[in-house]
Antibody, heavy 119, light 108 residues
Framework: EVQLVQSGAEVKKPGESLKISCKGSGYSFTSYWIGWVRQMPGKGLEWMGIIYPGDSDTRYSPSFQGQVTISADKSISTAYLQWSSLKASDTAMYYC????????????WGQGTLVTVSS | SYELTQPPSVSVSPGQTARITCSGDALPKKYAYWYQQKSGQAPVLVIYEDSKRPSGIPERFSGSSSGTMATLTISGAQVEDEADYYCYSTDSSGNLWVFGGGTKLTVL
């Protein structure tokens, strides 16, 4: 069974750094793209970026380029989303998702990680 | 940038047919995908490649695409189909993927 298990909720202050994780199991982690999706409170879904753990090829949405870093450690089947300096506007639910073999659309989703940034 | 446009809300009575549209300039050449998101839950794929239904998705969910518009149809909508629905696709380059703004479906 394919599973994506995300790290727990975080409460941070503006300016702090953060790295959240997404651990894949039940499939070959290096063979499928994994992406990150943001959902701000009461708002819609936003595609942030995607990584291929096999070779770490990474693509970002222009809206998130330079704002976050996506990475993966294939030795532990885990993808990451990180911020170097959080802002209050980063408060959101963040989902990781695994792509289909045939395209960058999401078939399996993590449970989401709620990030709250507040002074 | 690239945008997919959906109506903010659609409302139907139980048993009626609900249609949710999604317009985008690249849709004549790119597939549309549809996600259902119930309150407090992760999204679920209900239609892929314009009209294909993943296993486990009820037959009342169907999809179509013509020109610059894709449509999700729920035939005989049920109360449990109340959710936000998002279309998803890519621009003409295939490198920028976006979600539509979402449509809140009310069944009552």
């Amino acid at each position: 069974e394919v599973q994506l298990v995300q790290s727990g909720a975080e409460v941070k202050k503006p300016g702090e750094s953060l790295k959240i994780s997404c651990k894949g199991s039940g499939y070959s982690f290096t063979s499928y793209w994994i992406g990150w999706v943001r959902q701000m409170p009461g708002k819609g879904l936003e595609w942030m970026g995607i990584i291929y753990p096999g070779d770490s090829d990474t693509r970002y949405s222009p809206s998130f380029q330079g704002q976050v870093t996506i990475s993966a450690d294939k030795s532990i089947s885990t993808a990451y989303l990180q911020w170097s300096s959080l802002k209050a506007s980063d408060t959101a639910m963040y989902y990781c998702a695994r792509a289909s073999p045939s395209g960058w659309y999401w078939v399996y989703w993590g449970q989401g990680t709620l990030v709250t940034v507040s002074s | 940038s690239y945008e997919l446009t959906q109506p903010p809300s659609v409302s139907v009575s139980p048993g009626q047919t609900a249609r949710i549209t999604c317009s985008g300039d690249a849709l004549p050449k790119k597939y549309a995908y549809w996600y259902q998101q119930k309150s407090g839950q992760a999204p679920v794929l209900v239609i892929y490649e314009d009209s294909k239904r993943p296993s486990g998705i009820p037959e009342r969910f169907s999809g179509s695409s013509s020109g610059t518009m894709a449509t999700l149809t729920i035939s005989g909508a049920q109360v449990e189909d109340e959710a936000d629905y998002y279309c998803y696709s890519t621009d003409s380059s295939g490198n920028l993927w976006v979600f539509g703004g979402g449509t809140k479906l009310t069944v009552l």
